[in-house]
């Protein structure tokens, strides 16, 4: 018959099966894509040649039909006699006059591997595109990021890593300059897991051993299966992990410029994890930006330092050029007036030799007004000796106790003190960091200026005193004196500057020289009006030796 014909020659599967689920008859079209005969198949429970996953729903189609409800076409898996399984979407109908149920099944088993495998592709270019976004993100954050924003950021990009692969633990270290001393550590655990890791140096050696030679060898680590498939040689290391609770890891060696720089780590523990090659290769990037970003940031650090020390030392130059300029200015001046009063005199004296004169009374005012230029050019000499020894550094600074070189300054100056019936008075003083002979030659300085400033026919009075404020002491030095004009005030710690020509004594350098010191030691000098009409000379120091400049 044609109906006969057709049903067998037809490249789908026809069936004819019963209410009760067995099949009646089949066409070789069964043969020829499960594989099974008709013999094989007459009489066998249809429910058998059905996926377990997808019995349920065959089942519930065939029972619809037999009461007479056509079913919509539907995907499901038919047994081969291989033991596979073929992908099929079947109808199932059936005749309410022979109580027959007609099945049909069209084979689309490579189309659906075709569709799964383009889910597949979809779903890993997905996943490659959101781990290369993490990867920009994770530069970007990098970029311009401080030393002391580091090891933050760095956590936090190994916890997003973390969260995006589903690990469990991630960690980073870095070695210092190649060798074995840790340079950084940062590591992220997932909430809930427990913090269970044994360092490398307790391990036994032969898994001390494994992992040295893993990170020389600059080879990932990758073992997603580490109870059940440990990697040759490292036996004893992945039996540590195990006790850990670690069931996946992956282990990279960083290396820049083929030097050993550090290793990164991800672990699953409570759940296994695998990475493709292009995963690791990603992961390995990242923790070479790591490193990479940790030596940029601290290599700006330092020349960011570097920069800074060099233009404090271009603003010492310049300051040091301006003063050599007015010493060469002044000094050119200054050195050369008692010069000239010198050379005047002596040749009064020789023309006098000359002519026969023997005036005893002349020569000796000739001889008195030598000596007294030729003792201003020594005292002039000596002031820019100490000038210049107060611009050096101290090589170091150690504890000095102000009262006692305040003690020490009165003892110098007792002649001067006794001379002008000075009143000093001396509160309590601190001890601090500093250079004691610079410090010395501080105070000595202020009390001197302090007493030779001083009113006609009014005693001095010097009072010198200290207050803390913070991290630095505030030492001040008031006195009765004649006063400092506020127009005065910045330049009378310039080299040379007198504001009282002629009757007062000295070259002008003693202020000099205090802001100097003072400078050294990290602080700041200057001048204010007293409350009884005086000057106070104010300097300040800081208690810590790193304090300097």
């Known amino acids: 018959m044609p109906e006969t014909r057709f049903f067998n020659l037809a490249l789908d599967l026809f069936a004819v099966g019963g209410h009760d689920g067995t099949l009646r008859r089949v066409n070789d079209a069964w043969t020829h894509?499960?594989?099974?005969?008709?013999e094989e198949?007459?009489?066998?429970?249809?429910?058998?040649?059905f996926h377990p996953d997808d019995l349920g729903e065959s089942l519930e189609a065939i029972s619809e039909a037999a009461k007479g409800v056509d079913t919509a076409s539907y995907e499901t898996r038919l047994l081969c006699k291989d033991g596979t399984h073929c992908w099929v979407i079947a109808s199932v109908r059936s005749d309410p006059e022979t109580d027959d149920v007609y099945i049909v099944a069209k084979d689309i088993?490579?189309?659906r591997l075709a569709e799964e495998h383009l889910r597949e592709a979809e779903a890993q270019l997905r996943f490659r595109v959101g781990l290369e976004d993490l990867l920009t993100s994770m530069s970007t954050r990098f970029l311009g990021a401080a030393e002391d924003e580091l090891q933050p950021i760095v956590e936090l990009s190994l916890g997003e890593l973390g969260v995006y692969f589903g690990l469990d633990r991630a960690y980073l270290v870095k070695t210092g300059d190649g060798r074995d001393a840790i340079d950084l550590f940062v590591e992220w655990w997932a909430p809930g897991v427990p913090h269970t890791t044994i360092p490398i140096s307790d391990l036994p050696i032969d898994a001390q051993r494994f992992w040295v030679r893993a990170i020389r060898s600059g080879q990932a680590v990758h073992v997603p299966d580490v109870a059940g498939n440990p990697p040759t040689g490292g036996e004893a290391a992945m039996a540590a992990l195990v006790s850990q609770g670690v069931q996946s890891i992956l282990f990279l060696p960083l290396h820049t410029r083929e030097t050993n720089v550090g290793f990164m780590g991800f672990e699953g523990r409570r759940a296994r994890c695998w990475w493709t090659d292009e995963s690791i290769a990603?992961?390995?990037t990242v923790g070479e930006l790591y490193v990479g970003a940790v030596d940029r940031s601290r290599a700006e650090h330092a020349l960011a330092v570097a920069a800074a020390e060099l233009?404090?030392?271009?603003?010492?130059?310049?300051?040091?050029?301006?003063e050599l300029e007015q010493f060469a200015s002044i000094v050119s001046h200054d050195l050369k007036s008692p010069l000239q009063v010198v050379r005047g005199f002596v040749e009064l004296l020789?023309?006098?030799?000359?002519?026969?004169?023997?005036s005893s009374g002349d020569a000796q005012t000739y001889v008195a007004a030598a000596l007294r230029g030729a003792a201003r050019m020594d005292r002039l000499i000596d002031d820019l000796l100490a000038y210049s020894r107060a611009?050096?550094?101290p090589a170091a600074l150690v504890p000095v106790d102000l009262d006692t070189i305040a003690g020490e300054v009165l003892a110098d100056s007792a002649a001067l003190i006794d001379e002008t019936d000075a009143v000093i008075t001396i509160g309590p003083l601190p001890t601090v960091n500093g250079d004691p002979t610079q410090l010395r030659q501080l105070l000595q300085n202020l009390v001197t200026n302090a007493i030779k400033f001083r009113r006609p026919e009014v005693p001095p009075s010097v009072t010198v005193e200290a207050t803390e404020d913070k991290d630095q002491w505030t030492v001040s030095v008031e006195d009765n004196g004649i006063g400092i004009g506020a127009e005065h005030r910045e330049?009378?710690?310039?080299?040379f500057t007198r504001l009282h020509h002629g009757d007062r004594p000295g070259s002008g350098i003693g202020l000099a020289i205090c802001a100097r010191v003072v400078a050294n030691h990290g602080g700041s000098i200057w001048a204010e009006d007293a409350d009884n009409g005086g000057a106070r000379l104010c300097f300040t120091l800081a208690e810590e030796p790193d304090a300097r400049p």
């Open 491 to 495: 330049e009378i710690f310039a080299m």
């Open 282 to 284: 990603l992961m390995r």
């Open 350 to 358: 020789g023309r006098e030799a000359e002519s026969g004169k023997r």
């Open 311 to 322: 233009e404090q030392r271009n603003t010492e130059l310049e300051r040091s050029n301006r």
């Open 33 to 38: 894509t499960l594989g099974w005969t008709r």
């Open 391 to 393: 611009g050096q550094r």
């Open 109 to 111: 088993h490579e189309r």
């Open 41 to 49: 198949l007459i009489d066998t429970p249809l429910a058998n040649l």
